[in-house]
């Protein structure tokens, strides 16, 4: 069955790079996507990967794939406190048609 | 385009009492999706549907139902509310699903049963 687990907090400080990761079980997963979700907001997406590849940059966002161990993770570099908020990561399979979101990690970024 | 429209913003129901939960996008989407968001749980999937129609179960679908009459349309109804139901719910749509598309998310609805 389908399991996205990510840690429910990181703290960093400003200018700081953070690495919010994420593991996944389904090995059949094809796109997986990194969601941004601001205080009292919808969610929207940030970036995404096929699975097929091992890493996508896109400015300050770097995704990296580790497909053998089922592990995702999202790198912000020069973190600001404009990132302070809950990010998911979340799957797709080519056999379903589930979007199927992780626990999420609260974000916080200090001065 | 409004995007993916979703109302009431709030809601405080009585136990037991129903109610429909409505959810609209202008974007000719046919993946339409609810999500529930609980602390230390992320979303969960509780109902979604792949076109006008169609809907089928997700992740958590016990106490709700759907329906897609028209492609712009997705609302969910809660048929006897109960405090478990109290979260936060989203909708979302997306030009298809399993792609390198995005799907677009409303504001949410916070629903409290008392």
């Known amino acids: 069955g389908e399991d996205v687990e990510q840690s429910l907090f990181l703290s960093v400080r400003e200018g700081d790079s953070s690495v919010i990761n994420c593991t996944y079980t389904d090995s059949s997963s094809t796109y997986l996507y990194w969601y941004k979700q601001e205080p009292g907001a919808g969610l929207q997406l940030l970036t995404y990967?096929?699975?097929?590849?091992d890493m996508k940059q896109d400015q300050r966002l770097t995704v990296l794939l580790n497909k053998k161990d089922k592990h995702l993770s999202l790198r912000i570099a020069d973190t600001q406190t404009g990132d302070s908020a809950i990010y998911f990561c979340?799957?797709?399979?080519?056999?379903?048609?589930?979007?199927?979101f992780g626990t999420g990690t609260r974000l916080q970024v200090f001065p | 385009n409004a995007g993916v429209t979703q109302t009431p913003k709030f809601q405080v129901l009585k136990t037991g009492q129903s109610m429909t939960l409505q959810c609209a996008q202008d974007m000719n989407h046919e993946y339409m999706s609810w999500y529930r968001q609980d602390p230390g749980m992320g979303l969960r999937l509780i109902h979604y549907s792949v076109g006008a129609g169609i809907t089928d179960q997700g992740e958590v679908p016990n106490g709700y139902n759907v329906s897609r009459s028209t492609t712009e349309d997705f609302p969910l109804r809660l048929l006897s509310a109960a405090p478990s139901q109290t979260s936060v719910y989203f909708c979302?749509?997306?030009?298809?699903?399993?792609?390198?598309?995005?799907?677009?998310f409303g504001q949410g609805t916070r629903l409290t049963v008392v």
């Open positions: 979340a799957e797709t399979h080519y056999n379903t048609d589930k979007l199927i």
């Open positions: 979302a749509s997306s030009p298809q699903i399993g792609a390198d598309t995005e799907a677009f």
């Open positions: 990967i096929f699975s097929n590849m």
